[in-house]
């Protein structure tokens, strides 16, 4: 896409009318109805309604639907596919099929999201309350079903990329990977899968193994809907900035025919709005605040990663012998099979007064707390994107989809961060809290955490890339 920074010194005009006035133009979303890709559509939501004066409607899924109190005047919510059973399209955790998921997703939506959609070009703006007329429909990456309805009804389409620039490049190589005879491997030898992929640079074969429960044909399947999305649209949002993904970035700009719009870090550009599917625990931050600085390591495995009973024990003995202090998230279905989570005997005691544990937390303003030190994460985009923001290096944990590519990125390109791979076991636990924290390897790694968070603050800021990229978007969506 072109680089040229457009003139952000006002509003977009919403859009010019019949005799010389001012119409309002709405945008239509439709988000994929989980956590870690509800979160930044909402916040593209709350910048294109703040910064463009657009009025918003988010299609969602009768589950895990976003809650309208949360939101301002000019949103409205939209239930698709109320009578759809519901409860086979939930996903968990590594040990799910998610690709399956999105795929009876996209099945069993479409023709609920045609009727709806039929509804929503129905309205007008006759001056009683009814919305104005949408200038387009923005949706997930992975609704490839719900882009048809839309390109059927005339309606044009954005797609938001909520994983990283390098992950929609490793989507795009995945069908030549597979024409190789490279994928799926055909051995579980693990120099084979160590095998480093040239034209994918860092990534290992074993990066692109997405998943061990799910057929390779639903996995090639899905993977060609994503990039099929993404080809068929009118431009593609990502949730990156240049500064942290330019190569990537310019590969997706060559090998897509669209224009891209690099415009994260979205939780830094949104209006704030709450959108949180988990009720947060914020006495966490009166917690650190009595912490030293760079002091604690945080640790979450996000909303969807799960472990099993014996890595539970194993990760509370190895913050516990770690000596050092530690905010520990346990949500209710992290570990498998139980929603009675119960840590060992001895642990609180060993523990007191330096560790915290709570079921959920509000991860933007934890991350940004000058006690955090660290962040054993699962690397979620999200989470990865959120650390990388606020200067915290990672001990990473990934475990499917998209969350291996990001540990490569952390690890080999950014260098802020290292796997902790194998089995969980205490001591190697141990000794990795005190690499990140302690010793002057990991000192290196925040301070190169540190200077790309500056990075992320200047491209948000007057004539930085991702407010010129969204000033684009903005003149995008007003030409429709």
């Known amino acids: 896409m072109a680089t040229t920074a457009v003139s952000s010194s006002s509003t977009p005009p919403a859009s010019s009318g019949g005799g010389g006035g001012v119409r309002r133009r709405r945008v239509l979303m439709f988000p994929l109805p989980f956590q870690g890709h509800l979160s930044p559509m909402l916040q593209l939501a709350g910048a294109l309604h703040a910064r463009g004066g657009l009025d918003i409607t988010v299609f969602h899924a009768a589950f895990n639907a976003p809650d309208p109190a949360r939101h301002p005047p000019g949103y409205r919510f939209v239930p698709v596919g109320e009578a759809v059973a519901w409860a086979d399209l939930v996903v968990s955790g590594g040990d799910d099929d998610i690709p399956g998921a999105l795929l009876r997703i996209n099945d069993r939506l479409r023709d609920p999201f045609r009727d709806r959609l039929r509804q929503a070009l129905a309205l007008a703006d006759d ?3 009814a919305p104005p007329p949408p200038a387009c429909l923005v949706l997930d990456s992975n609704l490839r079903g719900m882009q048809l309805v839309a390109e059927e009804l ?10 990283a620039a390098a992950c929609l490049v490793a989507y795009m190589a995945f069908p030549a990977l597979c024409d190789k005879g490279l994928l799926p491997p055909t051995s579980k030898d693990n120099s084979w899968l160590d095998m480093p992929l040239d034209d ?9 193994v997405f998943s061990s429960t799910t057929a390779h044909a639903n996995m090639r399947k899905c993977l060609k809907c994503l990039v099929d999305a993404t080809r068929s649209s009118s431009g593609v949002i990502l949730n990156t900035f240049q500064d942290l993904e330019n190569s990537d970035l310019q590969k997706i700009a ?7 719009y690099p415009i994260g870090p979205l939780h830094k550009i949104s209006s704030g709005t709450e959108d949180s599917l988990l009720a947060q625990d914020w006495a966490c931050l009166e917690w650190l605040d009595k912490q030293e600085v760079d002091s604690v390591l945080y640790v979450s495995f996000g909303s969807l990663a799960n472990i099993d009973e014996k890595e539970l024990l194993e990760i509370a003995w190895g913050l516990a012998n770690s000596q050092m202090p530690f905010l520990w998230v346990i949500r209710h279905n992290l570990v498998k099979s139980s929603n009675d989570v119960s840590l060992p005997d001895g642990f609180k005691e060993a523990t007191h007064g330096r560790g915290m544990v709570v079921p959920w937390v509000p991860q933007q303003e934890v991350l940004r707390h000058h006690a955090i030190g660290g962040f054993w994460t699962h690397n979620g985009w999200n989470s ?3 650390s990388i923001c606020e200067g915290v290096p990672m001990i990473c944990r990934p475990q499917f989809a998209d969350q291996m590519i990001n540990m490569r990125y952390v690890q080999e390109v950014w260098k802020i961060g290292f796997e902790l791979d194998g089995d969980l076991e205490r001591g190697k636990i141990e000794r990795a809290v005190k690499k990140l924290l302690c010793m002057e390897e990991g000192r290196h790694m925040r301070q190169r955490a540190k200077d790309l968070r500056n990075n992320a603050i200047k491209c948000i800021k007057e004539e930085g890339s991702s407010k010129s990229a969204i000033e684009l978007l903005l003149n995008q969506i007003m030409s429709f």
Request: positive net charge; aromatic residues 0%.
């Open 127 to 129: 001056g009683a309350g």
């Open 154 to 163: 005339g309606v044009p389409t954005l797609v938001l990329r909520t994983g």
């Open 200 to 208: 994918l640079t860092p990534l290992r074969l074993r990066d692109m």
């Open 254 to 260: 060559n090998g897509i025919g669209v224009p891209i």
């Open 384 to 386: 990865t994107l959120e």
